[in-house]
Each structure stands twice: as structure tokens, then as C-alpha cells.
């Protein structure tokens, strides 16, 4: 849109970045999930608010994910591994791994600071931010433990007889 002697106005989507200190470990609630990319790449981005009493208390932070090749996340992956803490449990399948196993639970989280873009060229220290670097464990809204995937429940079915069964039969 054209401004006033030929500037251009911008809508911002853009949402506020915020700095909190290197590393520190705080109680985070899940608000929700987007989907953006970085570089070309695709990304899941987790947003928590902090809940920690302080100067970071009301904050969003995110937590970037980057998308599993071909829908298969390795388990070594950031998104597989927080999906797990949440969980409790590995998933039954990992090819759909749902942001909502995230909603109503409270986490331990750990902070970093973002001093380089994505092309590694140093930010300057006004345009530093804080990220979530990883989730450390579930603190409440801990869901109840998910039932074992099919695979498991057949090879717990197919479990031999116990003695006193074989030597009735």
C-alpha cells in the first residue's frame, strides 16, 4: 500500500520476539502449534507460555521443529522426542504424530538464545531472541499412560502357555 510521498506501508504478521536470560529453565504451558518454514524448510512451531513468576511471566516462546522427510520421524528428531515426553509413550505410529498429545499440559522447559540467522550471519544484540531449546519433562496435565501399540498387543496375546497349563492339557 502507498503511503504519504510515495512510502510504502507493510502489514506486520510478524509476532514480537522476546529475550529472557541464556538457559534458564522454566514452567511453560502449551497454547498451540503453527506450521511455517525456515530456508525453504518446512517447521512445526510450538508455542508455550511461560508461567514462571518473573520477568518472563505471560511470554510465548516457541519451540522449531523441523518436518519429518516423507512423513517418517526419526526418533532422534526434536518433534518425536517432545511428542514422547508428552506422551509418556512411544507412539503407535509414526508416520501421525498429533500436536494436540501437547494441549492441557505444563512442561519444564529449557531457553536459548537465538544470535544468528538461519544463513549464520551474527544479529546484532537488539535483535536477539530467546527460543525453547528443548522440553525437559512434564510437570502437570501428565496424560494417562497411551495403550501399547498392535504390534504389542499380539505379542503379548501370543505368550506361551504357563507350565501348569501345559501339563493339564
Not at 536470560?21 to 525453504?40: M, N, Q, Y
Not at 512445526?44 to 510465548?60: A, D, N, R
Not at 525437559?136 to 503379548?156: F, H, M, N, Y
Request: aromatic content about 8%.
Amino acid at each position: 500500500m502507498k503511503g504519504v510521498d510515495g512510502d510504502l506501508d507493510f502489514p506486520c504478521a510478524s509476532r514480537a520476539f522476546v529475550l529472557v536470560p541464556e538457559g534458564e529453565t522454566l514452567e511453560a504451558g502449551f497454547v498451540r502449534a503453527e506450521r511455517g518454514t525456515v530456508a525453504g524448510n518446512p517447521k512445526v512451531f510450538l508455542i508455550f507460555y511461560i508461567t514462571t513468576p518473573g520477568p518472563s511471566h505471560g511470554m510465548e516462546l516457541f519451540l522449531s521443529c523441523s518436518v519429518a522427510p516423507g512423513g517418517r520421524w526419526a526418533r532422534s528428531s526434536k518433534f518425536y522426542m517432545s511428542w514422547m515426553l508428552a506422551a509418556g509413550n512411544p507412539p503407535a505410529r509414526r508416520d501421525r504424530l498429533s500436536t494436540a498429545i501437547f494441549r492441557g499440559k505444563m512442561f519444564r522447559v529449557r531457553t536459548k538464545t537465538v544470535r544468528r540467522t538461519w544463513l549464520h550471519v551474527a544479529l546484532p544484540t537488539r535483535l536477539q531472541y530467546s527460543v525453547i531449546d528443548a522440553l525437559l519433562e512434564v510437570t502437570a496435565g501428565g496424560a494417562p499412560a497411551l495403550a501399547p501399540s498392535r504390534t504389542v498387543q499380539k505379542i503379548g496375546s501370543l505368550r506361551a502357555p504357563d507350565r501348569k497349563e501345559k501339563k493339564e492339557a
